[in-house]
């Protein structure tokens, strides 16, 4: 029997997450603390008391859900929860997995991601594209969907979430193309994002550049807990190599599926989704019957996956 843990992306973000966890627990406000120092600006202010429309700015919702899965993780580590023999994060939760795993320092880490954020916002001008969840269809079909609508626009799938969940990426003409045209391609649903940049597709080349020459900046070592990357589906325990992944996943679909597969081939079978949110949970019960799923977001659902010796 062998434990997981993931880390969520963007969109698992919200005013007031983990405020019950950091009154009964000091090291989730430490956390903060560190990563305001990092930054110059108080993250734990914007995380607790808002706006939302700043919690949502890439460059502040990136370190900000980097923080919060440390600070689950500090006190899983706190409490003694068994140690995962893998772990694997969605997108930005990639860099969450890789400061858990000991590759990355927290610190570096949450500078970067607050730079990705930054690199990704300006590689599009605001408005010029758009993400937009493609439900019911299957993945060659939401290919085809976007290879069928694109004319000459830039439009791919990138977020395979789950079976049946798909993410698109591109020009907003061509992403409104395509969630105009999805029922008749036989999807159940198209639902345009509320997103201000459009990740993972070939627009964020710019983005990709200058986090390949900020990466180069950062030590990285080799993580002491397998880490599966997006991009690849791999594990990768050569700096140089985890450099070359995180910067092709910033344009380069999130294949998540695949990856919550391998880790169930690799012997997992119980799964902890370390962050603010369920979203991960979700998606991993629609992905494998093999492996159980739980959320670790406040004291309740920590005692519970404790107290069951997770589950």
């Given at each position: 029997?062998?434990?997981?843990?993931?880390?969520?992306?963007?969109?698992?973000?919200?005013?007031?997450?983990?405020?019950?966890?950091?009154?009964?627990?000091?090291?989730?406000?430490?956390?903060?603390?560190?990563?305001?120092?990092?930054l110059a600006q108080d993250l734990w202010a914007i995380v607790s008391a808002g706006p939302q429309e700043?919690?949502?700015?890439?460059?502040?919702?990136?370190?900000?859900?980097?923080?919060?899965?440390?600070?689950?993780?500090?006190?899983?580590?706190?409490?003694?929860?068994?140690?995962?023999?893998?772990?694997?994060?969605?997108?930005?939760?990639?860099?969450?997995?890789?400061?858990?795993?000991?590759?990355?320092d927290f610190t570096d880490a949450i500078t970067l991601v607050r730079d990705r954020g930054q690199f990704m916002q300006s590689a599009v001008p605001a408005g010029q594209g758009a993400m937009a969840a493609i439900l019911g269809l299957k993945d060659d079909a939401v290919r085809g969907l976007c290879e069928q609508v694109a004319e000459g626009d830039v439009l791919s799938a990138v977020n395979f979430n789950s079976p049946g969940q798909v993410v698109i990426a591109g020009t907003a003409a061509a992403v409104e193309r395509a969630v105009a045209q999805a029922s008749e391609a036989g999807a159940k649903r198209a639902v345009t994002l509320p997103v201000s940049v459009p990740s993972h597709c070939a627009l964020m080349h710019p983005a990709a550049e200058n986090m390949a020459k900020r990466l180069a900046e950062v030590t990285i070592h080799p993580p002491g807990i397998r880490v599966v990357h997006n991009a690849d589906v791999f594990i990768h325990d050569e700096a140089d190599a985890i450099r070359a992944v995180l910067v092709q996943q910033i344009e380069q679909p999130v294949r998540w599926v695949e990856s919550v597969q391998h880790l169930v081939a690799n012997g997992v079978d119980r799964i902890i989704e370390c962050g603010p949110g369920r979203v991960l949970m979700g998606l991993n019960k629609r992905i494998t019957k093999d492996a159980k799923t739980v959320a670790v977001y406040d004291p309740s659902s920590l005692d519970k996956a404790l107290a069951e010796g997770v589950f």
């Open positions: 029997m062998s434990l997981a843990f993931v880390f969520p992306g963007q969109g698992s973000q919200s005013i007031g997450m983990l405020d019950a966890m950091a009154t009964e627990y000091s090291i989730v406000k430490e956390t903060f603390q560190q990563a305001s120092e990092a700043t919690l949502n700015q890439t460059e502040n919702t990136q370190p900000a859900m980097l923080a919060a899965g440390v600070a689950v993780w500090r006190v899983w580590q706190e409490r003694g929860g068994e140690q995962p023999v893998m772990m694997a994060g969605h997108s930005l939760g990639e860099y969450t997995a890789l400061v858990c795993a000991g590759s990355l």
